[in-house]
């Protein structure tokens, strides 16, 4: 299997630019997650989903943020407007079960 | 995660062991998890513990779990220059992982 696989790979975007980071799960997975890597807060979860129905939003740090999974080899999260301080890693991970998560190589985003 | 917390940095000669200590302070956790970080990587599954389980031994890798205390250790056996990483505790609340600032390891010759 590819594992988790992300793209882009590394994004610069000017601050009030719409940004798309992309996700393709392991096949057969059922979990899709999505994770915020920064060094002043270290690795916080955003939001998840099963069977393609998001669960939890609660991470999601405000309505500039969106994510969907349109189906079950994709999902997106969308910000817009982006600012400076969505700079971070951004992770997806997936899972067939509530103990292993398999994460992505991540997306770098970088917002001027 | 302020409710998982490791030390930051560690560091080890090359073939001797190492030991990663993590404390949390939620004793509903199900499932403890390490998770290793190379630079510019993903996270990396390395093992992870039942909450009913003290110990798990994965080759090189012993996991102790200490529910009393809340306190989880990872011991690297014989440890290598590939091991040089960010390690990740982490803990499981249903479907959800809060983790660790991580502990950086650094092994030198």
């Known amino acids: 299997d590819a594992g988790v696989i992300q793209s882009p790979r590394h994004e610069v975007t000017e601050m009030g630019q719409e940004v798309t980071l992309r996700c393709k799960p392991i096949s057969g997975h059922d979990y899709l997650f999505w994770y915020r890597q920064t060094m002043m807060r270290g690795l916080e979860l955003l939001i998840y989903?099963?069977?393609?129905?998001?669960?939890?939003d609660s991470g999601m740090p405000e309505d500039r943020f969106s994510a969907k999974m349109p189906n079950a080899s994709f999902s997106t999260l969308k910000i817009q407007p982006s600012e400076p301080r969505d700079s971070a890693v951004y992770f997806c991970?997936?899972?067939?079960?509530?103990?292993?998560?398999?994460f992505g190589p991540g997306t770098r985003l970088t917002v001027t | 995660g302020e409710d998982v917390e490791q030390s930051l940095f560690l560091s080890v000669r090359e073939g001797d062991s190492s030991v990663i200590n993590c404390t949390y302070t939620?004793?509903?956790?199900?499932?403890l998890y390490w998770y290793k970080q190379e630079p510019g990587a993903g996270l990396q599954l390395l093992t992870y513990?039942?909450?009913?389980?003290d110990m798990k031994q994965d080759q090189r890798l012993t996991v102790l779990l200490n529910k009393k205390d809340k306190h989880l250790s990872l011991r690297i056996a014989d440890t290598q220059t590939g091991d040089s990483a960010i390690y990740f505790c982490a803990k499981s609340n249903d479907y959800k992982l809060s983790f660790g600032a991580g502990t950086t390891v650094t092994v030198r010759a």
């Open positions: 991970a997936s899972s067939s079960s509530n103990y292993e998560q398999y």
């Open positions: 989903f099963n069977n393609n129905v998001p669960i939890d």
């Open positions: 513990i039942f909450s009913n389980m």
């Open positions: 939620d004793s509903s956790s199900t499932y």
